[in-house]
């Protein structure tokens, strides 16, 4: 009893050293080595590793740590920590005797004294071990601690800030990395090993299995040795933390930043999950038709709050939410919706939809439906639920390619950064590249009836105000065409995946070349867009938005309506309800809505002898380059004319013949005026174009067509 006396009396005259914490500054002070990202409820996503010093999960309390660890601890590091005052002066005897005779030095630092190294780095041993005053220091610190905490709160610290093995620091990285597990499911055997890693955690497998046997022994535990070698050794193999398909990687990497940080997020975890499993499932479906990523975002429509951020349900690092991809029709709504705004358009409204070639500095734009047919004269209605090419060009013209570029950046489409002359005609058809999160915002637009509002991955503290960029009765008609889902059978048929069983609104567009896919939609309460493709570029292989992106839409709609369906919104002040037909019948006769003063019950179609005359064809700058490889004298050009009865074409002065019907011309080279004249030879309409010889430059006539998406 030499050793304790001793220590007794030189405890009043040790260095000082540190106050002792309380065991609520520990708890508080104390960080894991991962960021946490919260939903909205407060449930946890997923976790970001920024502290790369060492892995550390939350702090665990005893009472969710499995009784066998504690048990399995306290046998072999410290077996009568509840009965000393936190150094063990009968086990310091031993060791110092041992010590003394033996070859192997043994040690006789308890849990306490332990946990006191833990909580004051000049405690820590170096590589030469500790000197004589960093041992006198952390048994008056043990000492301290016991007089201040309980067992408990002892037992709990140290079991949270012990390394076990590698990296991996405290009860519950270790359980997580070794196991796989909750440090609640910890296994009796499980407990030993990890039990025996705390004499040395780099130890080799074989010494840490023998350790456990040893100790298996003395706990009586009904684990074999063989038993307890295979656990360890498969602990030991084991990846430190598993990893799978993160549901929020983008996310997190977008609001974690700091260790031990919990950031609540506006996502919704059960959603954000279903999401995911949603659009994999899709893109599984799709592998043998060469689509790889896809990308999926829901809206809260009152409060812009993102409710799900899907980046890449393929498993890409690349954020397909923000990404930019090239938009195919689903820009189509804001066109109309400006046209209906200025009035330049009806719902009603008839159509043309057939060959159009519009003259550009480039050269032709000839627009083209996406079966590569024409339906004739069509309804607004029709050529905007059935996305028709030909008549969104059409409607482009119209409404000005400035105003409706200026529209677009109006609903929060801020890659448009090129002048509208940069993207042409064919922006009605979706040329420019937008990225899924602004265009599902865009479409959050029309679902709140024309005002704008910017999106949010964390709640704010105050509502945010919208402000007005659209026509709030415009924007009703859209929704309601969008809804429609007789008027878009033209193109798709009654039953598809955009048909839900309550209201929704809804769009799909496919880019040049298939290389995207969307789908986006609304109900009165959330706004869903989705992205099928491939971000290496590649084609997919017959892939429409009815079967690439709108099956996951329809199942996210479904899962957010799976309560209470949606309901179609209230007609806003200024639209009105009218019975209309058509003379002739081209549609049936149907209740149409019309902003006020515009309405009209009967459309009439203008027959051809009604219309004023006009050259269709060649247009205005026309360039036309002959084949190299074929004879000048088989080339023919064909002069068209709109309302061409009883005139006549005049080329360069001369006298062609009636232009009546389509007029086949041998094409010589050089600049011509081509001019319908009545029978006084008035001329009543021309242009002027441009015909390139053998061995010219070709002409841009295929250059600016755009192959068209639904």
């Given at each position: 009893?030499?050793?304790?006396?001793?220590?007794?009396?030189?405890?009043?005259?040790l260095?000082?050293?540190?106050?002792?914490?309380?065991?609520?500054?520990?708890?508080?002070?104390?960080?894991?080595?991962?960021?946490?990202?919260?939903?909205?409820?407060?449930?946890?996503?997923?976790?970001?590793?920024?502290?790369?010093?060492?892995?550390?999960?939350?702090?665990?309390?005893?009472?969710d740590?499995?009784?066998?660890?504690?048990?399995?601890?306290?046998?072999?590091?410290?077996?009568?920590?509840?009965?000393?005052?936190?150094?063990?002066?009968?086990?310091?005897?031993?060791?110092?005797?041992?010590?003394?005779?033996?070859?192997?030095?043994?040690?006789?630092?308890?849990?306490?004294?332990?946990?006191?190294?833990?909580?004051?780095?000049?405690?820590?041993?170096?590589?030469?071990?500790?000197?004589?005053?960093?041992?006198?220091?952390?048994?008056?610190?043990?000492?301290?601690?016991?007089?201040?905490w309980?067992?408990?709160?002892?037992?709990?610290?140290?079991?949270?800030?012990?390394?076990?093995?590698?990296?991996?620091?405290g009860?519950?990285?270790?359980?997580r990395?070794?196991?796989?597990?909750?440090?609640?499911?910890?296994?009796?055997?499980e407990?030993?090993?990890?039990?025996?890693?705390?004499?040395?955690?780099?130890?080799?497998?074989?010494?840490?299995?023998?350790?456990?046997?040893?100790?298996?022994?003395?706990?009586?535990?009904?684990?074999?040795?063989?038993?307890?070698?295979?656990?360890?050794?498969?602990?030991?193999?084991?990846?430190?933390?598993?990893?799978?398909?993160?549901?929020?990687?983008?996310?997190?990497q977008?609001?974690?930043?700091?260790?031990?940080?919990?950031?609540?997020?506006?996502?919704?975890?059960?959603?954000?999950?279903?999401?995911?499993?949603?659009?994999?499932?899709?893109?599984?479906?799709?592998?043998?038709?060469?689509?790889?990523?896809?990308?999926?975002?829901?809206l809260?429509?009152?409060?812009?709050?993102?409710?799900?951020?899907?980046?890449?349900?393929?498993?890409?690092?690349?954020?397909?939410?923000?990404?930019?991809?090239?938009?195919?029709?689903?820009?189509?709504?804001?066109?109309?919706?400006?046209?209906?705004?200025?009035?330049?358009?009806?719902?009603?409204?008839?159509?043309?939809?057939?060959?159009?070639?519009?003259?550009?500095?480039?050269?032709?734009?000839?627009?083209q439906?996406?079966?590569?047919?024409?339906?004739?004269?069509?309804?607004?209605?029709?050529?905007?639920?059935?996305?028709?090419?030909?008549?969104?060009?059409?409607?482009?013209v119209?409404?000005?390619?400035?105003?409706f570029?200026?529209?677009l950046?109006?609903?929060?489409l801020?890659?448009?950064?090129?002048?509208?002359?940069?993207?042409?005609?064919?922006?009605?058809?979706?040329?420019?590249?937008?990225?899924?999160l602004?265009?599902?915002?865009?479409?959050?637009?029309?679902?709140?009836?024309?005002?704008?509002?910017?999106?949010?991955?964390?709640?704010?503290?105050?509502?945010?105000?919208?402000?007005r960029?659209?026509?709030?009765?415009?924007s009703?008609?859209?929704?309601?065409?969008?809804?429609?889902?007789?008027?878009?059978?033209?193109?798709?048929?009654?039953k598809?995946?955009?048909?839900?069983?309550?209201?929704?609104a809804?769009?799909?567009?496919?880019?040049?070349?298939?290389?995207?896919n969307?789908?986006?939609?609304?109900?009165d309460?959330?706004?869903?867009?989705?992205?099928?493709?491939?971000?290496?570029?590649?084609?997919?292989?017959?892939v429409?938005?009815?079967?690439?992106?709108?099956?996951?839409?329809?199942?996210?709609?479904?899962y957010?309506?799976?309560?209470?369906?949606?309901?179609?919104p209230?007609?806003?002040?200024?639209?009105?309800?009218?019975q209309?037909?058509?003379?002739?019948?081209?549609?049936?006769?149907r209740?149409?809505?019309?902003?006020?003063?515009?309405?009209?019950?009967?459309?009439?179609?203008?027959?051809?002898?009604?219309?004023?005359?006009?050259?269709?064809?060649?247009?205005?700058?026309?360039?036309?380059?002959?084949?190299?490889?074929?004879?000048e004298?088989?080339?023919?050009?064909?002069?068209?004319a709109q309302?061409?009865?009883?005139?006549?074409?005049?080329?360069?002065?001369?006298?062609?013949?009636?232009?009546?019907?389509?007029?086949?011309?041998?094409?010589?080279?050089?600049?011509?005026?081509?001019a319908?004249v009545?029978?006084?030879?008035?001329?009543?309409?021309?242009?002027?174009?441009q015909?390139?010889?053998?061995?010219?430059?070709e002409p841009?006539?295929?250059?600016?067509e755009?192959?068209?998406?639904?």
């Open positions: 009893m030499l050793l304790p006396l001793l220590l007794c009396a030189v405890l009043p005259v260095a000082a050293h540190a106050a002792v914490p309380t065991p609520e500054q520990v708890r508080r002070e104390y960080r894991g080595s991962e960021a946490q990202l919260l939903d909205r409820h407060g449930e946890l996503i997923q976790s970001l590793r920024v502290d790369r010093q060492g892995r550390r999960a939350d702090w665990v309390a005893l009472g740590i499995s009784p066998a660890l504690p048990a399995a601890v306290l046998q072999a590091e410290d077996q009568r920590f509840y009965q000393h005052e936190g150094v063990d002066w009968s086990a310091a005897g031993k060791a110092a005797w041992d010590n003394l005779f033996r070859s192997r030095p043994r040690g006789a630092s308890t849990i306490t004294m332990q946990l006191a190294a833990l909580l004051d780095p000049r405690l820590q041993a170096s590589r030469q071990g500790r000197s004589w005053a960093q041992k006198w220091d952390q048994v008056q610190a043990a000492r301290e601690l016991d007089a201040s309980s067992k408990a709160q002892i037992l709990e610290a140290y079991l949270n800030l012990v390394s076990f093995r590698g990296e991996l620091q009860v519950g990285a270790a359980a990395g070794l196991f796989g597990k909750v440090p609640s499911g910890l296994t009796l055997t407990a030993m090993i990890m039990a025996s890693l705390l004499r040395g955690p780099n130890a080799a497998p074989a010494l840490v299995w023998q350790r456990a046997c040893a100790l298996s022994r003395e706990l009586r535990a009904p684990a074999t040795c063989s038993e307890i070698e295979l656990h360890t050794l498969v602990a030991m193999g084991r990846p430190q933390i598993a990893q799978e398909l993160a549901p929020a990687s983008q996310v997190a977008q609001l974690l930043n700091h260790a031990a940080q919990n950031v609540r997020s506006t996502l919704d975890a059960q959603l954000q999950r279903f999401a995911q499993t949603a659009l994999r499932q899709q893109l599984m479906a799709l592998r043998d038709r060469n689509v790889g990523d896809g990308a999926l975002v829901v809260d429509n009152a409060s812009g709050e993102i409710l799900a951020y899907v980046a890449n349900a393929g498993g890409s690092e690349i954020d397909g939410v923000t990404a930019l991809r090239q938009a195919g029709s689903t820009l189509k709504p804001f066109l109309y919706e400006l046209a209906l705004e200025r009035r330049l358009l009806t719902a009603a409204s008839v159509m043309d939809d057939s060959a159009i070639d519009i003259a550009t500095p480039t050269g032709l734009y000839v627009p439906n996406y079966d590569k047919e024409f339906k004739g004269q069509v309804s607004v209605r029709t050529s905007l639920a059935s996305s028709l090419n030909v008549p969104a060009v059409r409607t482009l119209l409404t000005g390619l400035e105003r570029h200026r529209r950046q109006q609903v929060g801020s890659s448009l950064t090129e002048t509208a002359d940069y993207y042409g005609y064919s922006l009605a058809l979706g040329s420019a590249e937008v990225s899924l602004e265009l599902s915002n865009a479409y959050r637009v029309l679902a709140n009836g024309g005002l704008y509002g910017s999106v949010t991955l964390t709640p704010r503290a105050q509502p945010q105000p919208l402000r960029v659209l026509d709030a009765g415009a009703f008609i859209i929704g309601d065409i969008l809804s429609d889902r007789a008027a878009r059978s033209v193109t798709f048929g009654l598809n995946e955009l048909a839900t069983g309550f209201w929704s809804v769009k799909t567009g496919t880019s040049k070349d298939m290389r995207d969307w789908c986006v939609g609304y109900s309460r959330y706004t869903v867009g989705v992205w099928v493709g491939n971000f290496d570029g590649q084609p997919m292989w017959d429409s938005g009815v079967t690439g992106a709108a099956p996951a839409w329809r199942d996210v709609m479904d957010l309506h799976r309560q209470q369906p949606g309901r179609a209230a007609p806003p002040a200024g639209v009105l309800a009218r209309i037909s058509y003379q002739p019948a081209l549609e049936s006769p209740n149409e809505w019309f902003m006020a003063g515009t309405e009209s019950r009967v459309i009439t179609l203008v027959t051809e002898a009604q219309r004023a005359p006009k050259i269709i064809y060649p247009a205005e700058s026309t360039i036309i380059a002959l084949d190299p490889d074929m004879p004298a088989v080339q023919r050009v064909l002069f068209q309302a061409g009865q009883g005139l006549s074409w005049q080329l360069d002065g001369a006298e062609l013949g009636q232009a009546g019907s389509a007029y086949p011309w041998c094409p010589t080279p050089g600049q011509h005026l081509l319908l009545d029978g006084e030879a008035r001329v009543i309409a021309s242009t002027r174009f015909v390139r010889g053998n061995g010219a430059a841009h006539t295929g250059a600016a755009l192959p068209a998406g639904e």
